[in-house]
């Protein structure tokens, strides 16, 4: 007998029909979450990229209203006095940077005072843009305007000066001090051009001196100074390279071989004053070579001052050293940064014996170069004591070297044996 509230399902639908649709839920459940976190975060894209704008627009109408002002202050105030100049504003906790830029003109330009022909001013172009931190692609706001000096503003029995800063890719470095000493005094910032023009000045000498902290010239001179002369009616140009310093921090390296700790490091960059290479000394296997103009190009190095140190040197007669050899790649330089490099020398092996071919322990041996251009003084080391086989291994600059052995004297002559590039170097010396 079958009880009436419990009929029998033969085919068991109503059980099946519950676990589907308890299968079902669940997966309902997390394609609905699935799309709502999409819509989600689409949702908080527009809301983020809608206040971002609304933020660039303010931000972008308060730089406008700080030109408008910037450039009223520019019509207001004495013509003479007017100066480039970069202050800073802060409205509502962000702060704006007011560039005020001076550019003296002739009449129809189509260059800026440093560039073309040099023409005599006559009309002062000034430009002012607001920026501030986190632009995101938004333009500056401009205002520009042209200024005629007033009539009898500026003595016309004068003359001025063209000072074009360059940066290290050779384009203009904006916003670099320029200062003018002489017979008037006067201090500007360069331009968008990279331009400092001083109109209007006495006849008379002049020295025109960069002072941007932390920046050097292609000599890594701090605060590079040129001297010129003023003419009536006349303009004198300058220019400088100028750039935020470099450094190296180069450890020179022989393998196992022992370096002398006082090799000087040379570095060879092109335009390097006046031979294309510098030569640093030290007392210490690691050396930190600091305001270095940043070069595009980069500094080649290698040890020792000597001429015939350089793999590519060449004597007085323009005959090469080492036919063939090279140079070690250049070393790329980091604007504001120090980069590492090695700098390797080779190792030779010196052996010290007596007039009977028997090895001498204990042999202090020295590496003496002779004096030539590159090393007016010449070059001598220590380069340590023999082993018991009479043996020594020490590293030296590339060149020709006289050994000879302390506290003794020669057979014959100290032997003099050349250490050259990409090969090994050896000397036998021979002591009474």
Request: one cysteine or more.
């Given at each position: 007998?079958?009880?009436?509230?419990?009929?029998?399902?033969?085919?068991?639908?109503?059980?099946?029909?519950?676990?589907?649709?308890?299968?079902?839920?669940?997966?309902?459940?997390?394609?609905?979450?699935?799309?709502?976190?999409?819509?989600?975060?689409?949702?908080?894209?527009?809301?983020?990229?809608?206040?971002?704008?609304?933020?660039?627009?303010?931000?972008?109408?308060?730089?406008?209203?700080?030109?408008?002002?910037?450039?009223?202050?520019?019509?207001?105030?004495?013509?003479?006095?007017?100066?480039?100049?970069?202050?800073?504003?802060?409205?509502?906790?962000?702060?704006?940077?007011?560039?005020?830029?001076?550019?003296?003109?002739?009449?129809?330009?189509?260059?800026?005072?440093?560039?073309?022909?040099?023409?005599?001013?006559?009309?002062?172009?000034?430009?002012?843009?607001?920026?501030?931190?986190?632009?995101?692609?938004?333009?500056?706001?401009?205002?520009?305007?042209?200024?005629?000096?007033?009539?009898?503003?500026y003595d016309a029995s004068t003359g001025h000066i063209a000072v074009k800063v360059l940066n290290r890719n050779a384009g203009p470095a904006v916003s670099r001090v320029v200062n003018l000493t002489g017979a008037a005094d006067r201090t500007?910032?360069?331009?968008?051009?990279?331009?400092?023009?001083?109109?209007?000045?006495?006849?008379?000498?002049?020295?025109?001196?960069?002072?941007?902290?932390?920046?050097?010239?292609?000599?890594?001179?701090?605060?590079?100074?040129?001297?010129?002369?003023?003419?009536?009616?006349?303009?004198?140009?300058?220019?400088?390279?100028?750039?935020?310093?470099?450094?190296?921090?180069?450890?020179?390296?022989?393998?196992?071989?022992?370096?002398?700790?006082?090799?000087?490091?040379?570095?060879?960059?092109?335009?390097?004053?006046?031979?294309?290479?510098?030569?640093?000394?030290?007392?210490?296997?690691?050396?930190?070579?600091?305001?270095?103009?940043?070069?595009?190009?980069?500094?080649?190095?290698?040890?020792?001052?000597?001429?015939?140190?350089?793999?590519?040197?060449?004597?007085?007669?323009?005959?090469?050293?080492?036919?063939?050899?090279?140079?070690?790649?250049?070393?790329?330089?980091?604007?504001?940064?120090?980069?590492?490099?090695?700098?390797?020398?080779?190792?030779?092996?010196?052996?010290?014996?007596?007039?009977?071919?028997?090895?001498?322990?204990?042999?202090?041996?020295?590496?003496?170069?002779?004096?030539?251009?590159?090393?007016?003084?010449?070059?001598?080391?220590?380069?340590?004591?023999?082993?018991?086989?009479?043996?020594?291994?020490?590293?030296?600059?590339?060149?020709?070297?006289?050994?000879?052995?302390?506290?003794?004297?020669?057979?014959?002559?100290?032997?003099?044996?050349?250490?050259?590039?990409?090969?090994?170097?050896?000397?036998?010396?021979?002591?009474?």
């Amino acid at each position: 007998m079958v009880h009436p509230t419990r009929r029998r399902n033969p085919l068991g639908l109503g059980a099946s029909r519950r676990r589907d649709e308890d299968g079902f839920s669940l997966l309902e459940l997390i394609i609905a979450l699935g799309i709502f976190a999409i819509i989600i975060g689409a949702v908080a894209s527009t809301i983020s990229a809608g206040l971002n704008l609304t933020r660039n627009n303010r931000n972008r109408s308060i730089a406008a209203n700080l030109a408008a002002e910037e450039m009223d202050r520019v019509r207001s105030a004495d013509f003479t006095s007017l100066a480039a100049a970069v202050t800073t504003r802060e409205v509502d906790g962000v702060p704006y940077s007011v560039h005020r830029e001076l550019t003296w003109i002739p009449r129809d330009a189509t260059n800026g005072p440093c560039d073309g022909n040099n023409a005599n001013p006559e009309l002062l172009r000034v430009r002012v843009w607001v920026d501030w931190p986190a632009m995101r692609g938004v333009r500056p706001a401009e205002s520009d305007t042209v200024l005629s000096p007033p009539v009898g503003a500026y003595d016309a029995s004068t003359g001025h000066i063209a000072v074009k800063v360059l940066n290290r890719n050779a384009g203009p470095a904006v916003s670099r001090v320029v200062n003018l000493t002489g017979a008037a005094d006067r201090t500007t910032l360069t331009n968008s051009d990279g331009c400092a023009f001083f109109a209007f000045l006495p006849a008379g000498n002049y020295t025109v001196t960069l002072a941007s902290l932390g920046f050097v010239d292609r000599q890594g001179t701090a605060n590079p100074a040129q001297s010129t002369s003023v003419s009536v009616g006349a303009v004198t140009s300058l220019q400088f390279g100028y750039a935020r310093s470099a450094a190296l921090d180069l450890t020179l390296d022989s393998g196992d071989a022992p370096v002398p700790s006082a090799v000087p490091v040379t570095i060879g960059y092109s335009q390097l004053l006046p031979s294309g290479r510098r030569t640093i000394p030290g007392t210490v296997t690691s050396r930190l070579l600091t305001d270095l103009f940043p070069t595009v190009e980069g500094y080649t190095a290698w040890a020792g001052g000597c001429a015939d140190a350089d793999p590519e040197g060449v004597d007085p007669d323009g005959v090469a050293y080492w036919p063939g050899a090279m140079r070690a790649a250049p070393i790329p330089t980091v604007r504001g940064g120090t980069t590492d490099a090695t700098v390797g020398l080779p190792a030779v092996e010196v052996e010290v014996t007596n007039a009977s071919d028997v090895p001498v322990a204990g042999a202090t041996v020295v590496a003496t170069h002779a004096a030539d251009f590159g090393c007016p003084a010449g070059e001598t080391y220590t380069l340590g004591t023999t082993d018991e086989d009479g043996e020594l291994t020490a590293a030296l600059p590339y060149g020709t070297w006289t050994f000879s052995v302390s506290g003794t004297t020669p057979a014959s002559t100290w032997p003099a044996a050349p250490v050259p590039p990409d090969a090994s170097a050896s000397a036998q010396v021979v002591v009474q």
